[in-house]
């Protein structure tokens, strides 16, 4: 169960939901716990040759993206046209983003067209002038990581009250104006609404930014999911480090965390949950799962890890270890930025600070009170 949000898609309980500036009638609450209704979802599909298409700014495996103009009003826009994937994946990214627009640093839905030439649908999103991550990374200074940071603690500590996790929070979907300092998070295709004791799908987000509880088969994940990833992007700007755990694959995703953050607690997270119990004879045993059970691959991915590591177990490696002569000349990394770090990277998902908590850290100081000022304007 999530420590914070955890009745937010529960309950009918009328009256309106808000969150600070963002109020939003009870409909919208409806919307996330009623899954069948996503057929029922009335969608607009507004004239699609209002929109021209500048460029091609890139594309994925359910979509291509094109820098667009608004004939309306001249302005610039992103159209985001979908490939023929289910409709109802399509039409669960449009009531995520309508449950979401208007929240701080997410991005925004503009309109949603349909091609009857093409037959394709595309999502119209508010325009940000990206610099790509990997451009930035390697010249952010401490202060610009700090004020990335906290707005994308912002935007999800928004999207984690409104019940939403997003489950693929990485670099590349963090849309990031430098000289206006505007943070967008974006690609909403993944996300999912939280229920308590629902089991979700493992299989997703991107390997690098994946947390523990995927990686060993936990189920019954929750937003904290989202705050693993921020660790591993915090991490990766702080060392310098393109992506910090780097692994080969899924099973090598976890030695790599393993080497980090030691096999001890890493033996106490996989009984608490009790995910695997130790035999007299010390061989690893997962509790539910037999040959016919399909987590019994993940099982093997673990165990496989395990069995590795057992020889040679771990200890927890410091994190000041990590500060490179690279990383030192470019931002000195503080205390509390190595604190934060430390409260983000936690095999035990309950562990782990929620969005509200990290942007409380001393980290933000001199961040928070500038941002919140200029978020009023
Ligand atoms: C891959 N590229 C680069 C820039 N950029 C890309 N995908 C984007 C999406 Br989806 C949105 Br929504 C926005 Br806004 C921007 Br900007 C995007
Ligand atoms: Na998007």
């Not at 409806?30 to 969608?43: A, G, M, N, T």
């Not at 826009?77 to 701080?104: A, D, F, Q």
């Not at 489950?167 to 229920?195: C, Q, S």
């Not at 030695?255 to 033996?267: A, M, P, Q, S």
Request: proline residues 5%; neutral net charge; glycine residues 6%.
């Amino acid at each position: 169960m999530a420590r914070v949000y955890s009745d937010v898609n529960e309950g009918l309980g009328p009256g309106w939901y808000d969150y600070g500036p963002y109020i939003t009638p009870p409909s919208y609450r409806f919307l996330s716990h009623l899954p069948e209704d996503v057929e029922r979802l009335h969608i607009d599909w507004s004239e699609p040759d209002r929109y021209e298409i500048i460029r091609r700014v890139g594309g994925g495996k359910y979509s291509e993206v094109f820098e667009g103009i608004d004939m309306t009003n001249e302005e610039t826009c992103i159209i985001k046209v979908l490939k023929p994937v289910s409709k109802k994946k399509i039409k669960r990214e449009i009531k995520i983003l309508r449950n979401l627009t208007g929240g701080p640093n997410v991005v925004s839905l503009l309109n949603v067209v349909h091609d009857p030439i093409s037959r394709s649908n595309s999502l119209i999103m508010e325009y940000v002038s990206n610099v790509d991550w990997k451009d930035l990374y390697p010249t952010f200074t401490e202060l610009e990581i700090k004020h990335y940071m906290f707005q994308l603690l912002k935007a999800l500590d928004f999207v984690h009250s409104r019940g939403i996790m997003h489950r693929d929070v990485k670099p590349g979907n963090v849309m990031y104006d430098r000289e206006n300092r505007k943070l967008r998070l974006i690609d909403w295709g993944l996300a999912e609404f939280y229920h308590p004791g629902t089991e979700y799908h493992i299989r997703v987000g991107s390997r690098y930014y994946k947390g523990p509880e995927l990686l060993v088969g936990y189920k019954k994940y929750d937003y904290s999911l989202d705050m693993w990833s921020v660790g591993c992007m915090l991490a990766s700007m702080l060392f310098g480090r393109e992506h910090f755990f780097r692994g080969r694959d899924n099973e090598d995703q976890l030695v790599r965390i393993i080497k980090v953050l030691g096999t001890d607690t890493f033996e106490r997270y996989l009984e608490k949950y009790s995910l695997f119990i130790r035999t007299d004879n010390g061989a690893l045993l997962d509790r539910c799962v037999t040959p016919g059970n399909p987590q019994f691959a993940s099982v093997f991915i673990l165990v496989g890890a395990f069995a590795y590591l057992y020889q040679h177990s771990y200890p927890k490696i410091p994190w000041a270890r990590f500060i490179t002569a690279a990383s030192e000349n470019r931002t000195n990394v503080s205390h509390e930025a190595i604190d934060l770090l430390d409260k983000l990277l936690r095999y035990d998902h309950w562990e782990r600070v929620t969005a509200a908590e990290a942007m409380a850290h001393a980290y933000f100081n001199n961040v928070r009170l500038e941002t919140t000022s200029k978020s009023t304007e």
